[in-house]
């Protein structure tokens, strides 16, 4: 891939989907049906990135079309980290799109289905007390393999304004009030909240759930 000297969205969002297609013949045997892959702001989220648990894009015949999308803030980050996010968000699309529930349904927990899939597609695979198995870097190979497509680093990146600054800064310095309790299957991490104490069972794994 050439370098332009780019303050282009259009531009980036292309060689996203240039680099969507070379991973998904290289590590998936062209399984993925095509998202849509969009650049934009994390918000809140903790995350470099995100694929969608349904189809949230359709277009004018009504066909629906997962999203994966590259946060703004990261988007100068090394090739590399953007390959292996891209990567990371495509395992979860390969779930999706086969019926695999990877993380638990209120939060992003990953669970061992996201680390088996993430690890059968050229990545390596950690685990995070908060996260699950959510850690992902790139196999040798798979690096070896990106390093020769001699990708351009994107210079190029979202900064939060003022306004955005002041405000994350009075989210984190108030104390979150609530009165109700969040209670953990600790087999699938599935998780529910309650505003009394109970005993609680997780339906799938018929096991306590924990405070």
Not at 74 to 97: F, G, R, V, W
Not at 109 to 116: I, P
Not at 119 to 143: C, S, Y
């Amino acid at each position: 891939m050439e370098n332009t000297n780019m303050v282009s969205l259009a531009l980036i969002n292309q060689k996203l989907e240039e680099l969507f297609q070379i991973f998904n013949q290289k590590f998936f045997g062209s399984a993925l049906s095509k998202p849509v892959i969009t650049i934009a702001g994390k918000g809140n989220m903790k995350a470099s990135g995100w694929c969608t648990r349904d189809k949230v894009w359709q277009d004018g015949k009504e066909n629906g079309y997962y999203e994966i999308n590259i946060c703004s803030e990261y988007l100068d980050s090394p090739i590399e980290e953007i390959c292996n996010t891209l990567l990371h968000e495509m395992c979860h699309l390969y779930n999706a799109l086969n019926g695999i529930k990877d993380c638990s349904r209120t939060s992003q927990y990953h669970n061992k289905k996201f680390k088996e899939c993430a690890e059968k597609h050229g990545l390596n695979v950690e685990q995070d007390e908060n996260r699950g198995f959510a850690i992902t870097t790139l196999k040798p190979k798979t690096l070896e393999f990106i390093r020769t497509l001699d990708i351009e680093k994107f210079e190029f990146r979202r900064i939060k304004t003022k306004g955005e600054r002041e405000a994350n800064n009075r989210n984190e310095e108030q104390p979150k009030k609530s009165s109700t309790r969040k209670y953990i299957c600790p087999k699938c991490r599935d998780s529910v909240r309650a505003t009394k104490i109970k005993k609680i069972i997780c339906g799938d794994c018929n096991v306590l759930m924990v405070l």
